[in-house]
C-alpha cells in the first residue's frame, strides 16, 4: 500500500485577518514531492486556515491515489491534538472542518504528528506565498512557486558551504555536461538525499531543469561556493490530477529560476580541480557541435572542458524554458480574453437570497410595496446554515442588507457569525409590485390579465397599481451595483437581497435580454456569485447554489 506524507500549514495577518495555507504531499519511501497546493481565503483565523490547509492536502493526497496511508506532519499543536482525538473541538467553526478532514479518509488511515515549525518550512513558505498573492489581489500560481526551492536552499546552506561544498557544485557541473553531451536530461547521477549534507548537498542541484516529456525537473548543476542549495527530493514529474498545463507551466518556471541560479562564478581552485576529474571521467563525444563545444573538447586543460559542460547545460536548459515560454505566449494568442488580466482583485459581490417567509412557499407576490414579512421558521433555519457554510469558508469582508424586514433578518443571523456588522443599502430592496402584492400568478392572471401580459412582454410594463417596472429596477440596481462596486474595491461582500435584484444583477453582469429574468430559478436562501473588475467587465461564478440547505 502506497504511504503519502502530507505537510500542511495555514496563517493569517491579523488573526482574523487576510489569510492562506499551504500543503505538500510527498511519497514516504522516496521523499519526492508530489504535489503542492495553496490558496488565500480571505479574511479568516490562524486555525481556521491550518484547517484548510490540512484539508487541501488530504484531497490532494486522496486525488494521487484514494487507497493510500497518510501521515500528518503539522506545526499546529491544536489541529494535531484534535484530529487524534486527545482534544475536544469545541469551537463551531472548527468543528465542520474537522469533520471534513476526517472524512476524506477511512478511519485508521490516516495518523499525526505534531513537529516544530522548522520542519514545516516548505508548506509555510506556500501558505505565505498565497497570503502574498491575496495582498497583490492575485491567485497563488504553482507555476511561480518558489517555495520548494527556497527551502531546499537552506537545506544546502546548512549542508556543506566553503571548498567542500564548492567542490561539490563544479562535480555537479561536470556531470550535468555529461549528461548534456549523451542528449538527456533525466534523473541525475545519485538521487538527491532528503538530509543531504558536505558536498553532495552543495553540488546536489544547482540548475534543475525539466525537459523530459513528463516535465521532471531533475537536472543538477554546478555553481560558486557560497551559493550552493541541495533539493530535498529526487525529483519531480507531473503530478497526479493536475493538468497537463500546469504541470509544463511548473516545469518551465523551475528550469527558467534553474538558469538564473547556474550563472554565478565558478568554485575556485580544489572546486575547479574536481570538476576537471568529473569532466574527463564522463567526456563523451558532444551532441551539440557549437564552437565553444569543440574548442573545449580540443583544449587539454580540464577546466576549460568544466566550462563549456556547464554552458551547454546552460544553454539547453534556457532552450526549454523559451520552447515552454513560446507554447504559452501561443496559447494565450489561440484563447483571447481567457488569460487574467493584471487588473487586481475584483469586488466580489456574494448575493444570498433571504430565507423563506410565510408567503415564500405560496409564491405569492412579495415586494417592497406589500406587508413586509419576517422570515417563517424554516428561514431562520435556512439563513443559519448559510451563516455555517460562509463562516467556513471564511472570505466576506463585509455584508450589506436590502432594509426591507426578511433580509435585515437573514443578514444579522449570517452577521453575527461571522463578527461583522450590518449596512443597509436602500438600493438593495425588491421591486414594488404595486396592487399584486400577496397575490398569487394565478389570482393575478385572472385579476388583472391586461396588466399581466404587458408585464410579461415589456420591461418598461409596471404592475396594476403603479408598481416598479423591471427597467426601473435595473436602473436602481446598477446605480447601486456601481456604488457598491467603488466602495468595496478588491473586497468580498455579502449582499443579503431578493429574487429580482439578484437576478438583475446577473442579467446586467451577462449582458443577457429583459425576458432572462423569467429564465433564471432562484431559490430562498440561494447563493450567486458576481466579480466586477477595474475595466468594467463582470464575471458570474455561481448561481443559485443551495447545497448547504441539504
Known amino acids: 500500500m502506497r504511504e503519502f506524507i502530507v505537510e500542511a500549514d495555514g496563517g493569517s495577518r491579523g488573526n482574523p485577518g487576510p489569510a492562506g495555507y499551504g500543503a505538500v504531499v510527498s511519497d514516504a519511501a522516496t521523499g519526492e514531492t508530489l504535489r503542492e497546493t495553496a490558496e488565500y481565503i480571505g479574511v479568516a483565523t490562524n486555525n481556521v486556515a491550518e484547517y484548510r490547509g490540512l484539508l487541501a492536502g488530504l484531497r490532494a493526497a486522496h486525488a494521487l491515489d484514494p487507497a493510500a496511508t497518510v501521515h500528518v506532519r503539522m506545526d499546529s499543536k491544536l489541529v494535531v491534538e484534535q484530529m487524534s482525538g486527545r482534544w475536544k473541538i469545541k469551537h463551531p467553526d472548527m468543528k465542520p472542518l474537522a469533520a471534513q478532514a476526517a472524512r476524506v479518509f477511512p478511519p485508521g488511515r490516516v495518523t499525526y504528528e505534531w513537529i516544530p515549525r522548522a520542519q514545516n518550512k516548505h508548506a509555510d513558505r506556500l501558505a505565505n506565498e498565497a497570503m502574498d498573492a491575496g495582498a497583490r489581489g492575485e491567485q497563488w500560481s504553482e507555476a511561480e512557486s518558489t517555495a520548494e526551492l527556497d527551502t531546499a536552499g537552506e537545506v544546502g546552506a546548512a549542508g556543506g558551504t566553503g571548498a567542500a561544498g564548492a567542490a561539490g557544485a563544479a562535480g555537479a557541473a561536470g556531470a550535468a555536461g555529461a549528461a548534456g553531451a549523451a542528449g538527456a536530461y533525466g534523473s541525475a547521477a545519485g538521487a538527491v538525499p532528503s538530509e543531504p549534507s558536505g558536498d553532495a548537498a552543495a553540488g546536489a542541484a544547482r540548475v534543475r531543469g525539466a525537459l523530459a516529456e513528463d516535465r521532471a525537473a531533475v537536472t543538477a548543476a554546478g555553481s560558486g561556493p557560497d551559493t550552493a542549495r541541495a533539493s530535498t527530493a529526487p525529483g519531480r514529474g507531473v503530478l497526479a490530477g493536475a493538468s497537463s498545463g500546469s504541470a509544463t507551466d511548473a516545469a518551465d518556471a523551475r528550469a527558467a529560476r534553474a538558469v538564473e541560479d547556474a550563472r554565478a562564478p565558478q568554485a575556485e581552485a580544489d572546486g575547479e580541480t574536481?570538476?576537471?576529474?568529473?569532466?574527463?571521467?564522463?567526456?563523451?563525444?558532444?551532441?551539440?557541435?557549437?564552437?565553444?563545444t569543440r574548442a573545449a573538447r580540443a583544449d587539454t586543460d580540464a577546466r576549460a572542458d568544466a566550462r563549456a559542460a556547464k554552458?551547454?547545460?546552460?544553454?539547453?536548459?534556457?532552450?526549454?524554458?523559451?520552447?515552454?515560454?513560446?507554447?504559452?505566449?501561443?496559447?494565450?494568442?489561440?484563447?483571447?480574453?481567457?488569460?487574467?488580466?493584471?487588473?487586481?482583485?475584483?469586488?466580489?459581490?456574494?448575493?444570498?437570497?433571504?430565507?423563506?417567509?410565510?408567503?415564500?412557499?405560496?409564491?405569492?407576490?412579495?415586494?417592497?410595496?406589500?406587508?413586509?414579512?419576517?422570515?417563517?421558521?424554516?428561514?431562520?433555519?435556512?439563513?443559519?446554515?448559510?451563516?455555517a457554510m460562509l463562516a467556513r469558508r471564511g472570505t466576506i469582508q463585509a455584508v450589506v442588507s436590502s432594509p426591507l424586514a426578511r433580509t435585515r433578518e437573514?443578514?444579522?443571523?449570517?452577521?453575527?457569525?461571522?463578527?461583522?456588522?450590518?449596512?443597509?443599502?436602500?438600493?438593495?430592496?425588491?421591486?414594488?409590485?404595486?396592487?399584486?402584492?400577496?397575490?398569487?400568478?394565478?389570482?393575478?392572471?385572472?385579476?388583472?390579465?391586461?396588466?399581466?401580459?404587458?408585464?410579461?412582454?415589456?420591461?418598461?410594463?409596471?404592475?396594476?397599481?403603479?408598481?416598479?417596472?423591471?427597467?426601473?429596477?435595473?436602473?436602481?440596481?446598477?446605480?447601486?451595483?456601481?456604488?457598491?462596486?467603488?466602495?468595496?474595491?478588491?473586497?468580498?461582500?455579502?449582499?443579503?437581497?431578493?429574487?429580482?435584484?439578484?437576478?438583475?444583477?446577473?442579467?446586467?453582469?451577462?449582458?443577457?435580454?429583459?425576458?432572462?429574468?423569467?429564465?433564471?430559478?432562484?431559490?430562498?436562501?440561494?447563493?450567486?456569485?458576481?466579480?466586477?473588475?477595474?475595466?468594467?467587465?463582470?464575471?458570474?461564478?455561481?448561481?443559485?447554489?443551495?447545497?448547504?440547505?441539504?
Open 274 to 292: 574536481r570538476a576537471a576529474r568529473a569532466a574527463g571521467d564522463a567526456r563523451a563525444p558532444q551532441a551539440e557541435a557549437d564552437g565553444e
Open 311 to 387: 554552458a551547454d547545460a546552460e544553454t539547453r536548459v534556457a532552450q526549454a524554458a523559451k520552447a515552454g515560454a513560446d507554447t504559452r505566449a501561443a496559447k494565450a494568442v489561440a484563447t483571447p480574453g481567457w488569460a487574467p488580466a493584471d487588473m487586481g482583485a475584483p469586488a466580489t459581490f456574494v448575493l444570498l437570497r433571504h430565507g423563506e417567509t410565510p408567503l415564500t412557499p405560496q409564491k405569492r407576490f412579495s415586494g417592497s410595496g406589500g406587508t413586509d414579512p419576517s422570515l417563517s421558521d424554516t428561514g431562520r433555519e435556512q439563513a443559519e446554515r448559510a451563516a
Open 410 to 550: 437573514t443578514a444579522g443571523i449570517v452577521a453575527a457569525r461571522l463578527g461583522l456588522d450590518v449596512s443597509i443599502d436602500d438600493g438593495l430592496r425588491e421591486t414594488d409590485f404595486g396592487a399584486w402584492e400577496g397575490l398569487t400568478f394565478a389570482e393575478v392572471r385572472e385579476r388583472h390579465p391586461d396588466d399581466l401580459n404587458a408585464w410579461l412582454a415589456s420591461p418598461d410594463a409596471e404592475p396594476t397599481g403603479g408598481g416598479e417596472s423591471f427597467a426601473a429596477t435595473a436602473t436602481r440596481l446598477a446605480a447601486t451595483r456601481d456604488k457598491l462596486v467603488t466602495a468595496h474595491a478588491g473586497r468580498t461582500v455579502l449582499l443579503v437581497t431578493h429574487v429580482t435584484p439578484i437576478k438583475t444583477l446577473v442579467r446586467l453582469a451577462l449582458g443577457a435580454p429583459p425576458e432572462s429574468l423569467f429564465r433564471m430559478e432562484l431559490s430562498a436562501a440561494s447563493l450567486s456569485v458576481v466579480a466586477y473588475y477595474a475595466d468594467g467587465n463582470a464575471s458570474v461564478r455561481l448561481l443559485n447554489d443551495t447545497s448547504y440547505l441539504r
